[in-house]
């Protein structure tokens, strides 16, 4: 039999560090309590191909484009640069407002009685005495309880004044203007009871009126009581306009016939 010491180098040449004879051998030592005891099983070991592959890497570009500063500038180099914009921008001249083409028309001044007339001339001419317009006027004249030859008062009033140059002659230049002009004839001829504004010219620049100001008294400063009506052409134009007018004419009449009754 070997030797216990023999037995031993055997066993370290062959790297085996423990191990256990199904038989008490003869002159061998005790073996050792912890030696009977049955190895735990070692945990299973995932395979190295079942393990969760990293995702790929993007391929890094060989060479890369120089990196541009970006400069920051500070709160006070801010102020400065932008000190001088606003300098210049207070002292650049305000946009000028949008200047109106100025208006056209032609507007005749007339007196009937107790009652003046401003009158759009259709045709830019004076009214004559066989003119529908004309002869419509004084079938309006005649139901108003007016005289039916109104008088000419100054001449007719055309705008634009000038046909050019840089005077300003908008719709409130043009207002302005037709509001002195029947104020100045009415001062010279006495004063009126009622101001007829016939025609959308007139009910626009002497009344300061529009569209919805037809067949209703309007006043006017420095012209006082004002009664605005549709245009001569247009009441040829549209005959169903007259009756709306004779129904108005009828509220306001009584006005200028007091005065005539007086």
Do not use: H
């Amino acid at each position: 039999m070997i030797e216990e010491a023999r037995r031993r180098a055997y066993l370290g040449a062959m790297q085996v560090a423990s191990w256990l004879p199904r038989v008490a051998l003869p002159f061998a030592a005790p073996s050792r309590p912890e030696l009977l005891q049955a190895p735990e099983q070692p945990e299973a070991e995932v395979p190295a191909s079942a393990a969760p592959s990293a995702p790929p890497q993007q391929a890094q570009p060989t060479a890369s484009r120089p990196a541009i500063p970006v400069i920051v500038p500070r709160p006070a180099a801010q102020a400065r640069a932008t000190a001088p914009e606003a300098e210049a921008e207070a002292q650049a001249p305000a946009p000028r407002a949008p200047v109106e083409a100025p208006p056209r028309f032609a507007l005749q001044l007339l007196r009937a009685g107790a009652c003046a007339l401003l009158v759009e001339l259709p045709t830019g001419e004076p009214l004559a005495s066989r003119d529908p317009a004309y002869l419509l006027l004084k079938d309006l004249l005649r139901a108003a309880g007016l005289p039916d030859s109104p008088q000419l008062i100054g001449e007719p009033v055309r705008w634009p004044l000038l046909a050019g140059g840089s005077l300003d002659q908008g719709p409130q230049a043009a207002r302005e203007f037709v509001q002195g002009f029947v104020a100045a004839r009415l001062e010279e001829s006495g004063p009126c009871t009622c101001l007829w504004l016939v025609g959308r010219p007139a009910v626009r620049f002497a009344g300061e009126g529009d569209e919805e100001s037809l067949y209703r008294e309007l006043q006017v400063e420095e012209l006082g009581v004002a009664w605005a009506i549709p245009g001569l052409e247009r009441l040829i134009e549209e005959p169903a306009r007259k009756a709306e007018l004779w129904r108005a004419m009828r509220r306001v009449r009584q006005r200028w016939m007091s005065q005539n009754q007086a």
